[in-house]
């Protein structure tokens, strides 16, 4: 949901760098002079005891590790938050004299003057930020399995032997016994570990689960898409946040960054990637569920028969623009069942148009 900013014109503007340990705040006037320089510790101790001593103002950081909790204590103490675009920010104030003073002044200055050059963002509730931690932390466990795995066979490999195939979830259970004798104790130790993440993961998967139940009935709307499983529509749920947001649906897809980036200048328009400017692990999981959709498996849809038509015209990348186009068309389909509630029609176009033939 868009919020209204006003140009700050009274009170304190005050620019925070955020570090690991340590963060920079630069204090500015209403006449913008700069009042006060510090650092403070990176804690919520440290935050509360500096920015409870200081008048309701107008603060800025960037978007970051420590931004969230950040962000929502200070909200809390009654001050405005403004949470800077990262890829924004960094063209502002790039400066051959980079240092955290300046990058902190810098970002107080920005928002006292127009916050909108800082394409604010608006970080989730605690809640959502917890629900979505699980999910990553399920991508960290699946990532750390695959790399566990492939080490293993390729070690298997190298001394002449082979294990069978099968499912990562299986790996553990079945390729144990065709380990050869003298890797024995150079891989049983790793497959123990496959053998606890694996339990690990699907533990995550009940969770999910529990919480897609209690939490987001929305999801079961969203996975009437054939390719949308669970996951997948927790993902976009948890990511986007608030349908409300979104004005039009369509703009669902630049937030995403599945639409070309523009680089016009006079009669030059030339065509471009794809700006993958926003969640990565949500536009990825888009692609494989239109990796369904186009495949041999996925029925017959208004989705499947836009990507075919796509990838009939040839040239070059035809196949791979489909799969970016039907994944962008999905991300506006799940948006307008999210916030209409409507049940799913695989053919809804299709026959609307053979309606007005």
Wanted: contains cysteine; hydrophobic residues 40%.
């Amino acid at each position: 949901m868009k919020k209204s900013i006003t140009v700050q014109s009274k009170g304190l503007t005050i620019g925070v760098d955020l570090g690991d340990t340590h963060s920079v705040v630069c204090v500015l006037g209403e006449d913008g002079e700069v009042r006060k320089r510090m650092k403070v510790a990176t804690s919520k101790t440290a935050f509360q005891k500096l920015f409870g001593s200081l008048p309701t103002s107008r603060v800025v950081l960037e978007a970051g590790t420590h931004s969230p909790w950040v962000s929502r204590q200070l909200k809390s103490q009654g001050h405005e938050v403004l949470v800077a675009n990262a890829r924004r920010v960094r063209l502002i104030y790039e400066n051959p004299n980079k240092s955290d003073h300046i990058d902190a002044e810098s970002l107080g200055r920005v928002g006292r003057i127009d916050p909108k050059l800082l394409a604010p963002v608006q970080h989730r509730e605690l809640e959502q930020q917890s629900h979505l931690a699980i999910l990553r932390s399920r991508d960290a466990a699946v990532k750390a399995r695959t790399l566990l795995v492939n080490h293993v066979r390729g070690a298997v490999k190298a001394v002449g032997a082979r294990l069978p195939r099968c499912s990562s979830s299986a790996f553990a259970g079945k390729a144990r016994s065709h380990v050869p004798a003298e890797l024995a104790t150079a891989v049983g130790g790793l497959m123990d570990l496959i053998t606890v993440v694996t339990g690990e993961i699907q533990q995550l998967d009940r969770t999910i689960d529990q919480v897609a139940r209690e939490h987001y009935p929305v999801a079961d709307k969203l996975m009437q898409i054939p390719g949308v499983g669970l996951l997948s529509a927790m993902r976009f749920v948890l990511t986007l946040q608030d349908p409300r947001r979104f004005r039009r649906n369509r703009s669902v897809g630049a937030f995403i960054g599945l639409t070309p980036r523009r680089g016009q200048s006079g009669r030059c328009d030339p065509q471009k990637r794809i700006s993958k400017a926003g969640d990565s692990a949500l536009r990825w999981t888009l692609l494989q569920c239109s990796h369904y959709i186009l495949g041999p498996f996925g029925p017959d849809s208004d989705l499947k028969r836009h990507g075919q038509k796509l990838s009939q015209r040839g040239g070059k990348n035809s196949k791979k623009r489909a799969l970016v186009a039907v994944a962008r068309r999905l991300a506006v389909l799940m948006l307008s069942l999210w916030k209409t509630g409507e049940k799913y029609e695989p053919l809804r176009h299709a026959n609307t148009a053979a309606l007005s033939a």
